[in-house]
């Protein structure tokens, strides 16, 4: 079985120490909505002061390419 991974870090601007807990429950929730919408899974997620970071699982999608 293959599967793809993803490795995500998101830095706040100019590295200000802006992510709170009130920011990491959000971003955790947002997380969830999205790997029940598209079928992802959040490994792990973390955060710091001034940046998050994600890792993320997915099993690769047969694309079906256009003809024009």
Known sequence: ITALLYRL???VKYRSAMI???VDKRLRDVCSELENHYQLKFLEIGTGVDHAHTKISNRPV???YLTW
């Open 9 to 11: 870090v998101f830095l």
């Open 20 to 22: 709170d807990e009130a």
């Open 62 to 64: 047969k694309i079906q």
